[in-house]
């Protein structure tokens, strides 16, 4: 049986992340102010997640956990115009670096709504939006270099737990697509663990290259850069949703 979703239980989840970062540009404070209280959404148990897109006609549903700076977000939610692309990223730096990115109206000086129609945001825990949504109502699932989190006493703040795995296969539609990158191989042994023993996942690999090379629509992050310049080696794991 699936854990319900508990509004209280949800206000009293600690983040284990950083919150805050460098300070903001003044440009960036009035994207907070102004573009990101439009873009953010609040989860409701049991509501269509296509809903929160307003009058925007989507298909479907996917969610990046974990967006950073939103280069990959923002690259899918372009690529496809009739997917709605939810990210929910608690670190204010980077949800300001998105907001950034949106591109600017020459008359307005605001971003363009072209640009952010089929996106959505959440600034908490994502836990909150995976145990909100009904069942079988996403199409893909990101989760792009998470926190590693690589002290023994602190591997219970990796997102991937069994618990959150069978939250996951809950809300993820048959078929639809789990991704998780990462450049540390405590965690890859970790993830790889969960994901192949769970009944709800299948492992899209067939060969070495399938998890050391992205495919073509999914495009590099920031901190899949900063990886390969450290000298380190990143893998990228596909599951589909039995």
Same mark, same amino acid.
């Given at each position: 049986?699936?854990?319900?979703?508990?509004?209280?239980?949800?206000?009293?989840?600690?983040?284990?992340?950083?919150?805050?970062?460098?300070?903001?540009?003044?440009?960036?404070?009035?994207?907070?102010?102004?573009?990101?209280?439009?873009?953010?959404?609040?989860?409701?148990?049991?509501?269509?997640?296509?809903?929160?897109?307003?009058?925007?006609?989507?298909?479907?549903?996917?969610?990046?956990?974990?967006?950073?700076?939103?280069?990959?977000?923002?690259?899918?939610?372009?690529?496809?115009?009739?997917?709605?692309?939810?990210?929910?990223?608690?670190?204010?730096?980077?949800?300001?670096?998105?907001?950034?990115?949106?591109?600017?109206?020459?008359?307005?000086?605001?971003?363009?709504?072209?640009?952010?129609?089929?996106? %959505?945001?959440? *600034?908490? #825990?994502?836990?909150?939006? &995976?145990? +909100? !949504?009904?069942?079988?109502?996403?199409? /893909?699932? =990101?989760?792009?270099?998470?926190?590693?989190?690589?002290?023994?006493?602190?591997?219970?703040?990796?997102?991937?737990?069994?618990?959150?795995?069978?939250?996951?296969?809950?809300?993820?539609?048959?078929?639809?697509?789990? %991704?998780?990158? *990462?450049? #540390?191989?405590?965690?890859? &042994?970790? +993830? !790889?663990?969960?994901?192949?023993?769970? /009944?709800? =996942?299948?492992?899209?690999?067939?060969?070495?290259?399938?998890?050391?090379?992205?495919?073509?629509?999914?495009?590099?992050?920031?901190?899949?850069?900063?990886?390969?310049?450290?000298?380190?080696?990143?893998?990228?794991? %596909?599951?589909?949703?039995?």
């Amino acid at each position: 049986m699936t854990r319900a979703f508990d509004p209280d239980a949800t206000r009293q989840r600690r983040h284990f992340g950083r919150r805050k970062g460098p300070a903001l540009s003044a440009h960036q404070a009035r994207l907070l102010a102004t573009l990101l209280p439009r873009l953010t959404i609040e989860p409701q148990p049991g509501r269509d997640p296509r809903e929160y897109f307003g009058a925007r006609d989507v298909l479907e549903v996917w969610l990046e956990i974990g967006f950073g700076g939103g280069e990959h977000l923002l690259w899918q939610a372009q690529a496809h115009p009739q997917v709605g692309m939810i990210g929910a990223e608690p670190y204010v730096s980077g949800v300001a670096k998105l907001l950034s990115k949106l591109g600017t109206d020459d008359v307005a000086g605001e971003p363009s709504a072209a640009d952010r129609e089929n996106i %959505r945001l959440y *600034t908490e #825990d994502a836990a909150d939006i &995976v145990e +909100a !949504l009904p069942d079988a109502s996403l199409g /893909r699932v =990101f989760l792009l270099f998470p926190d590693p989190w690589p002290k023994t006493r602190h591997h219970k703040r990796r997102f991937i737990q069994t618990a959150m795995l069978d939250q996951l296969a809950r809300v993820m539609k048959a078929g639809a697509e789990f %991704r998780f990158a *990462t450049d #540390d191989q405590s965690y890859l &042994v970790w +993830a !790889l663990e969960r994901l192949c023993a769970h /009944r709800g =996942f299948q492992w899209l690999a067939s060969m070495p290259g399938d998890w050391r090379t992205r495919p073509p629509d999914w495009p590099q992050t920031r901190y899949e850069a900063k990886a390969i310049r450290g000298g380190c080696s990143c893998t990228f794991l %596909r599951f589909a949703r039995r």
